[in-house]
T-cell receptor, first 110, second 114 residues
Framework: AQSVSQHNHHVILSEAASLELGCNYSYGGTVNLFWYVQYPGQHLQLLLKYFSGDPLVKGIKGFEAEFIKSKFSFNLRKPSVQWSDTAEYFCAVNNNDMRFGAGTRLTVKP | GAGVSQSPSNKVTEKGKDVELRCDPISGHTALYWYRQSLGQGLEFLIYFQGNSAPDKSGLPSDRFSAERTGGSVSTLTIQRTQQEDSAVYLC????????????FGPGTRLTVL
Protein backbone atom coordinates (compact mmCIF):
# COMPACT_ATOMS: atom_id res chain seq x y z
CA ALA A 1 0.00 0.00 0.00
CA GLN A 2 1.14 3.52 -0.69
CA SER A 3 2.25 5.33 2.41
CA VAL A 4 4.03 8.37 3.75
CA SER A 5 6.21 7.92 6.82
CA GLN A 6 7.44 10.60 9.16
CA HIS A 7 10.02 9.15 11.47
CA ASN A 8 9.76 11.51 14.41
CA HIS A 9 6.55 12.04 16.34
CA HIS A 10 7.88 14.78 18.61
CA VAL A 11 11.10 16.74 18.33
CA ILE A 12 12.28 19.12 21.02
CA LEU A 13 15.02 21.61 20.21
CA SER A 14 16.54 24.72 21.69
CA GLU A 15 16.56 27.94 19.71
CA ALA A 16 19.34 28.16 17.12
CA ALA A 17 19.62 24.39 16.85
CA SER A 18 19.49 22.83 13.41
CA LEU A 19 16.43 20.88 12.33
CA GLU A 20 15.90 17.91 10.08
CA LEU A 21 12.58 16.13 9.88
CA GLY A 22 12.45 12.89 7.96
CA CYS A 23 9.86 11.93 5.36
CA ASN A 24 9.80 8.78 3.26
CA TYR A 25 7.19 7.57 0.85
CA SER A 26 6.45 4.31 -0.87
CA TYR A 27 4.92 5.52 -4.14
CA GLY A 28 6.49 4.59 -7.43
CA GLY A 29 6.60 6.81 -10.46
CA THR A 30 6.27 10.56 -10.56
CA VAL A 31 5.20 12.27 -7.38
CA ASN A 32 4.68 15.79 -6.16
CA LEU A 33 5.93 16.42 -2.65
CA PHE A 34 4.83 18.90 -0.02
CA TRP A 35 5.50 20.01 3.50
CA TYR A 36 2.66 21.66 5.37
CA VAL A 37 2.83 23.35 8.76
CA GLN A 38 0.16 23.88 11.37
CA TYR A 39 0.98 26.52 13.96
CA PRO A 40 -0.93 26.30 17.24
CA GLY A 41 -4.52 27.34 16.70
CA GLN A 42 -4.04 28.02 13.00
CA HIS A 43 -4.90 26.38 9.69
CA LEU A 44 -2.64 24.02 7.89
CA GLN A 45 -0.58 25.99 5.40
CA LEU A 46 1.94 25.17 2.72
CA LEU A 47 5.60 25.43 3.69
CA LEU A 48 7.15 24.29 0.42
CA LYS A 49 6.60 21.96 -2.51
CA TYR A 50 8.53 20.01 -5.11
CA PHE A 51 7.19 19.21 -8.56
CA SER A 52 10.31 18.92 -10.73
CA GLY A 53 13.70 20.47 -11.38
CA ASP A 54 16.19 21.34 -8.64
CA PRO A 55 15.69 18.73 -5.91
CA LEU A 56 16.63 21.27 -3.24
CA VAL A 57 13.55 23.34 -2.62
CA LYS A 58 13.42 26.58 -0.67
CA GLY A 59 10.30 27.44 1.26
CA ILE A 60 9.05 30.15 3.54
CA LYS A 61 10.65 31.15 6.84
CA GLY A 62 14.05 29.70 5.97
CA PHE A 63 12.91 26.13 5.51
CA GLU A 64 14.19 23.91 2.74
CA ALA A 65 13.72 20.31 1.69
CA GLU A 66 15.70 17.93 -0.46
CA PHE A 67 14.14 15.35 -2.74
CA ILE A 68 16.30 12.25 -3.01
CA LYS A 69 14.60 10.00 -5.52
CA SER A 70 16.80 6.98 -4.86
CA LYS A 71 15.89 7.07 -1.19
CA PHE A 72 12.21 7.99 -1.69
CA SER A 73 12.82 10.79 0.77
CA PHE A 74 11.90 14.45 1.13
CA ASN A 75 13.43 15.63 4.38
CA LEU A 76 12.73 19.07 5.77
CA ARG A 77 15.58 21.19 7.12
CA LYS A 78 16.24 24.50 8.77
CA PRO A 79 19.72 25.59 9.87
CA SER A 80 18.62 27.53 12.93
CA VAL A 81 15.17 27.18 14.47
CA GLN A 82 13.28 29.86 16.33
CA TRP A 83 10.72 29.63 19.10
CA SER A 84 8.09 30.66 16.55
CA ASP A 85 8.76 27.47 14.56
CA THR A 86 6.94 25.50 17.25
CA ALA A 87 4.24 23.74 15.25
CA GLU A 88 3.19 20.45 13.73
CA TYR A 89 4.76 19.57 10.38
CA PHE A 90 3.19 17.26 7.83
CA CYS A 91 4.80 15.70 4.81
CA ALA A 92 2.46 14.95 1.89
CA VAL A 93 2.80 13.10 -1.37
CA ASN A 94 0.57 13.51 -4.40
CA ASN A 95 0.36 10.64 -6.87
CA ASN A 96 -3.15 10.93 -8.31
CA ASP A 97 -4.36 11.69 -4.81
CA MET A 98 -2.87 13.31 -1.75
CA ARG A 99 -1.63 11.36 1.24
CA PHE A 100 -0.22 12.87 4.41
CA GLY A 101 2.20 11.54 6.96
CA ALA A 102 1.24 11.30 10.60
CA GLY A 103 2.96 14.58 11.40
CA THR A 104 5.88 15.64 13.57
CA ARG A 105 5.36 17.96 16.48
CA LEU A 106 8.24 20.40 16.87
CA THR A 107 8.74 22.19 20.16
CA VAL A 108 11.41 24.89 20.25
CA LYS A 109 12.49 25.95 23.69
CA PRO A 110 13.42 29.63 24.07
CA GLY B 1 -9.96 36.62 -1.47
CA ALA B 2 -11.87 34.40 0.92
CA GLY B 3 -10.32 31.14 1.98
CA VAL B 4 -11.92 27.79 2.67
CA SER B 5 -14.61 28.08 5.30
CA GLN B 6 -16.14 25.38 7.42
CA SER B 7 -19.13 25.27 9.71
CA PRO B 8 -19.77 24.77 12.49
CA SER B 9 -16.41 25.39 14.11
CA ASN B 10 -17.37 23.17 17.03
CA LYS B 11 -20.03 20.50 17.31
CA VAL B 12 -20.91 18.53 20.40
CA THR B 13 -23.36 15.72 19.90
CA GLU B 14 -24.63 12.66 21.65
CA LYS B 15 -23.71 9.16 20.62
CA GLY B 16 -26.13 7.85 18.03
CA LYS B 17 -27.12 11.24 16.59
CA ASP B 18 -26.42 12.27 12.99
CA VAL B 19 -24.25 15.30 12.21
CA GLU B 20 -23.61 17.37 9.10
CA LEU B 21 -20.42 19.31 8.53
CA ARG B 22 -20.20 21.93 5.84
CA CYS B 23 -17.34 23.12 3.67
CA ASP B 24 -17.24 26.14 1.36
CA PRO B 25 -14.19 25.85 -0.91
CA ILE B 26 -12.34 28.68 -2.56
CA SER B 27 -14.24 29.89 -5.59
CA GLY B 28 -12.95 28.28 -8.79
CA HIS B 29 -11.29 25.35 -7.07
CA THR B 30 -12.42 22.14 -8.73
CA ALA B 31 -10.97 19.68 -6.23
CA LEU B 32 -12.27 19.30 -2.68
CA TYR B 33 -10.95 17.01 0.03
CA TRP B 34 -12.13 15.93 3.45
CA TYR B 35 -9.68 14.76 6.12
CA ARG B 36 -9.96 13.71 9.73
CA GLN B 37 -7.35 14.80 12.24
CA SER B 38 -7.32 12.86 15.47
CA LEU B 39 -5.02 13.55 18.37
CA GLY B 40 -1.68 11.95 17.63
CA GLN B 41 -2.98 10.35 14.43
CA GLY B 42 -2.08 12.91 11.81
CA LEU B 43 -4.27 13.54 8.82
CA GLU B 44 -6.51 10.75 7.62
CA PHE B 45 -7.85 11.08 4.09
CA LEU B 46 -11.60 10.54 3.86
CA ILE B 47 -12.92 11.53 0.44
CA TYR B 48 -12.23 13.83 -2.48
CA PHE B 49 -14.23 15.36 -5.28
CA GLN B 50 -12.84 16.49 -8.61
CA GLY B 51 -15.19 18.44 -10.84
CA ASN B 52 -18.12 16.34 -11.96
CA SER B 53 -16.30 13.02 -11.64
CA ALA B 54 -17.44 10.36 -9.22
CA PRO B 55 -15.84 11.01 -5.83
CA ASP B 56 -13.06 8.85 -4.44
CA LYS B 57 -14.62 7.44 -1.28
CA SER B 58 -11.80 5.04 -0.51
CA GLY B 59 -10.89 6.73 2.76
CA LEU B 60 -14.32 6.69 4.39
CA PRO B 61 -13.98 4.55 7.53
CA SER B 62 -17.48 3.08 7.47
CA ASP B 63 -20.84 3.32 5.71
CA ARG B 64 -21.96 5.74 8.42
CA PHE B 65 -19.87 8.36 6.64
CA SER B 66 -21.01 10.00 3.42
CA ALA B 67 -20.37 13.23 1.58
CA GLU B 68 -21.82 15.15 -1.27
CA ARG B 69 -20.83 18.18 -3.24
CA THR B 70 -23.64 20.20 -4.74
CA GLY B 71 -23.11 22.22 -7.89
CA GLY B 72 -19.40 21.60 -7.79
CA SER B 73 -18.99 23.95 -4.84
CA VAL B 74 -20.24 23.47 -1.29
CA SER B 75 -19.72 20.06 0.28
CA THR B 76 -21.41 18.37 3.21
CA LEU B 77 -19.92 15.52 5.21
CA THR B 78 -22.55 13.50 7.04
CA ILE B 79 -21.87 11.10 9.86
CA GLN B 80 -24.81 8.94 10.85
CA ARG B 81 -25.25 7.30 14.23
CA THR B 82 -22.15 8.96 15.62
CA GLN B 83 -19.80 7.01 17.86
CA GLN B 84 -17.30 8.31 20.40
CA GLU B 85 -14.42 7.27 18.15
CA ASP B 86 -15.72 9.74 15.55
CA SER B 87 -14.55 12.59 17.80
CA ALA B 88 -11.88 14.48 15.87
CA VAL B 89 -11.24 17.61 13.87
CA TYR B 90 -12.65 17.32 10.37
CA LEU B 91 -10.71 19.36 7.82
CA CYS B 92 -11.72 20.40 4.36
CA UNK B 93 -9.28 21.49 1.67
CA UNK B 94 -9.65 22.65 -1.90
CA UNK B 95 -7.34 23.09 -4.85
CA UNK B 96 -7.49 24.09 -8.50
CA UNK B 97 -7.03 20.58 -9.77
CA UNK B 98 -6.46 17.10 -8.51
CA UNK B 99 -2.88 16.29 -9.22
CA UNK B 100 -0.03 18.22 -7.73
CA UNK B 101 -1.70 21.47 -6.76
CA UNK B 102 -1.37 23.07 -3.38
CA UNK B 103 -4.32 22.41 -1.13
CA UNK B 104 -5.80 25.24 0.88
CA PHE B 105 -7.22 24.16 4.20
CA GLY B 106 -10.16 25.40 6.18
CA PRO B 107 -10.10 25.90 9.95
CA GLY B 108 -11.80 22.58 10.60
CA THR B 109 -14.80 21.46 12.59
CA ARG B 110 -14.07 19.99 15.99
CA LEU B 111 -16.56 17.19 16.59
CA THR B 112 -17.06 15.82 20.07
CA VAL B 113 -19.31 12.81 20.53
CA LEU B 114 -20.39 12.28 24.12
Amino acid sequence: AQSVSQHNHHVILSEAASLELGCNYSYGGTVNLFWYVQYPGQHLQLLLKYFSGDPLVKGIKGFEAEFIKSKFSFNLRKPSVQWSDTAEYFCAVNNNDMRFGAGTRLTVKP
Amino acid sequence: GAGVSQSPSNKVTEKGKDVELRCDPISGHTALYWYRQSLGQGLEFLIYFQGNSAPDKSGLPSDRFSAERTGGSVSTLTIQRTQQEDSAVYLCASSYALAGDEQFFGPGTRLTVL
